[in-house]
């Protein structure tokens, strides 16, 4: 049975730039390679969740691997969680957090703690701790940012937040919003009152107030999500998976849905990621896996930055890294696709659909010759809607019959 290759290159899809004379980075940029598949395959355009809808990563890859995130997204709190290299798992419950600043009185005199930026590392790390057999894990993020996931048993995401979103006022205690969070509540103010214990005397909050800085001694929690229990991919699809990023999000995603991550060298999930090195480890796994899902997050970087020609740069160098990437097609399906727009012009993401190529030996190749927005739309998938796998798993002849 041939082997599935899904390369999901993030934020792809792009509108028409001024910088490269209204032509998109993918339009405007040197690919052999992408061009070969489209030229042998089938091509179209593909809405990652459904039209007109502006999603992100985590929603994306859900939907691409198969996962409706209107039953299976709860919110971004689990999803920065694992963004952040926490290990997420389903019946956590995670917050996103903030560094902030408390008078002895409990009033919030700064929700950034001066907009802290070294140090939260070693604040999160001693915040992890086992109050009632409940497991707390913290993760510092950018600046003040940081995430919280809470792992035991009867826990619940129905509690209020303890940051007051505004300053000037006390912090807020955490109540439940529904009778079976009361446990919830009851361990994650004792939690909160051990972290001020250890917030206000550590050694980087001593530092600070000896530099006349803010003191990061508040964790202050908002936005309560339990993480989803994934159904688990290879029991959904008889397919064994795995996947390929340098983006811990993602990760986390696979991590939930049970698939084996790989790790590779060098890849960093940002512009200066060794491609080369993630397409060398994706064809070796392709001799050991049914589905390999492979993200390079370079162009959606790109993307956000509004640097159309660094957009272009990167496709550029992806398409070099695939190179004999032909080689596989008598028995690998290999598709490659974004998880939705990043167009230069906006810095953000964008809810136009992403072009896709799927490539394997005996398809019914279609007329289009470019891997780009514009000429994949004439291709013969037209237009879809996050059913990629569903084709993917017909492509390598997986699909069960429906119906006599
Ligand atoms: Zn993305
Ligand atoms: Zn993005």
Known sequence: MKSILLLVLDGLGDRPNPELNGR??????????????????????????????????????????????????TGRGPFEAMGLGLDVRGGDIAFRANFGTRKENGE??????????????????????????????????????????????????????????????????ISATGESAKFTAEVLNKYLTETRKILDTHEVNLERKKNGESPANELLLRGAGLAPSLPLFREKTYLKGACITGIPMISGICRLAGMDLIDVKGATGRLDSDFSAKFAAAFKALGTYDFLVMNIKATDVAGHDGDAIAKKNAIERIDRAMGGIEGHLDDSVICITGDHSTPCVMKDHSGDPVPIVFTTSGIRKDSVRFFDEISCARGSYNIMSGDVLRILQQLSDRSEKYGA
Do not use: C, W
């Open 24 to 73: 998109t980075a993918l339009q405007a940029a040197f690919r052999p390679n992408m061009n070969h598949l489209a030229a042998v395959g089938q091509t179209g355009q593909m809405h990652p969740v459904k039209p007109g809808i502006r999603s992100g990563s985590d929603t994306s890859h859900l939907s691409l691997l198969g996962y409706d995130p209107e039953k299976f997204y």
């Open 108 to 173: 919030i005199t700064d929700r950034r703690a001066g907009r802290i930026n070294n140090g939260t590392e070693l604040l999160a790390k001693d915040l992890s701790m086992n109050i009632d057999g409940v497991d707390f894990f913290v993760r510092a993020g950018v600046e003040h940012r940081a995430a919280l996931v809470m792992r035991g048993n009867n826990l619940s995401d129905l509690v209020t937040d303890s940051d007051p979103h505004e300053v000037g006022v006390k912090v807020r205690e």
